[in-house]
């Protein structure tokens, strides 16, 4: 039982206090001192214990018994009814001849304040080839080049109000260090992944990279079918349309604005970054960059994937090829 905030007795208090009055024969005076409470407070519950016994000693709720300004229950459902046919406040408002406040503070306590509340999130699909090159996903990510000075606060985090401050005085920087673009491709069935640093995001970097990829999955007994990209400037060019073309692979990209359907290589770019990119302190770019190779595999050989029973990626390739080596990856 839940009793009130500021209640002065407890439930097996008032027992008592009501059973001295009512069945022991105390006074009123009497019961209300030994609880430390009023003669009026003693008055009511023992008032209450006569009528309806110990069920009666609960705290009675504060609410009034009726609203006479309240909304009926049918108007209620009229205008949830009208708010799942995707009408708006003003308009059920408009419908009804009620005022807009009233309608607005209804959708608001029956939970249909907002009009996405009437469409249920968008289920995960998740989904994965069974055949290794049948399809990868290809994106790339933006890193910021390291200074002569060395790594970034995103490292050492030495960033504080003084730096700052600093920055400001000199005015903006001109790409004093500039950028380097991380390029990565995951197999959709196997996760084995292959990444390069190139100086930039072109088209023709881009058919590059692609080529370099299938070269790597063809040494691993893999024939790629179709590659999944995002709508980035490099992807919808026509040159990578006519690359992939003569490569013999499909080429299909995601959803605009729905950087989920290229998930694997989302998830992949956060592990990067966090294993790889941020994981120690580099001195030059040349440095970070030659780390890429020997994490890259690890990734593949040694690296265990939650989404392969916590195998490496290379394993779940063997198993697909059906190669069921045993015990050669730790």
């Given amino acids: 039982m839940k009793l009130h905030a500021n209640a002065a007795l407890s439930l097996n208090q008032r027992r008592r206090l009501a059973r001295r009055v009512v069945e022991e024969g105390w006074s009123l005076a009497e019961a209300a001192r030994a609880a430390e409470v009023s003669e009026r407070t003693a008055a009511k519950w023992a008032a209450r214990y006569r009528r309806g016994g110990e069920a009666d ?15 009926p229950d049918d108007r209620v459902q009229a ?18 001849a009620m005022a807009t406040s009233t309608v607005s503070a209804i959708l608001k306590r029956i939970g249909l304040g907002k009009l996405s509340r009437l469409e249920p999130p968008e289920p995960v699909r998740r989904y994965e080839k069974g055949r290794a090159g049948e399809l990868l996903h290809i994106d790339v990510k933006k890193l910021g080049r390291i200074s002569v000075k060395g790594a970034g606060h995103r490292v050492t985090g030495r960033a504080n109000r003084q730096s700052r401050a600093t920055r400001r005085d000199r005015g903006p920087s001109r790409g004093a260090t500039g950028w380097e673009f991380v390029h990565v491709c995951v197999d959709d069935a196997t996760r084995l992944a292959f990444a390069e640093v190139l100086p930039n995001e072109r088209a023709v970097t881009a058919v590059s990279f692609l080529r370099r990829c299938l070269a790597f999955y063809r040494a691993h007994g893999a024939r790629v079918e179709r590659v999944m990209t995002d709508n980035g400037s490099a992807y919808v060019s026509a040159v990578f349309a006519l690359a992939c073309r003569g490569l013999g692979i499909k080429h299909c990209r995601t959803r605009p604005y729905r950087p989920q359907t290229n998930g694997k290589a989302e998830r992949f770019i956060r592990t990067m970054l966090r294993e790889w990119a941020y994981a120690g302190v580099y001195g030059s770019p040349a440095e970070r960059t030659g780390a890429l190779l020997g994490w890259l595999e690890r990734y593949n050989t040694r690296r265990r994937h939650g989404a392969l029973g916590h195998r490496p990626p290379i394993a779940r390739l063997w198993e697909l090829q059906g190669n069921n080596v045993v015990g050669t990856y730790s």
């Fill in 57 to 71: 000693l609960i705290d009675r709720s504060a609410a009034p018994r009726t609203i006479p300004h309240r909304t």
């Fill in 79 to 96: 205008i949830a009814a009208l708010r799942r046919l995707r009408f708006t406040g003003p308009e059920i408002a408009e419908v009804l």
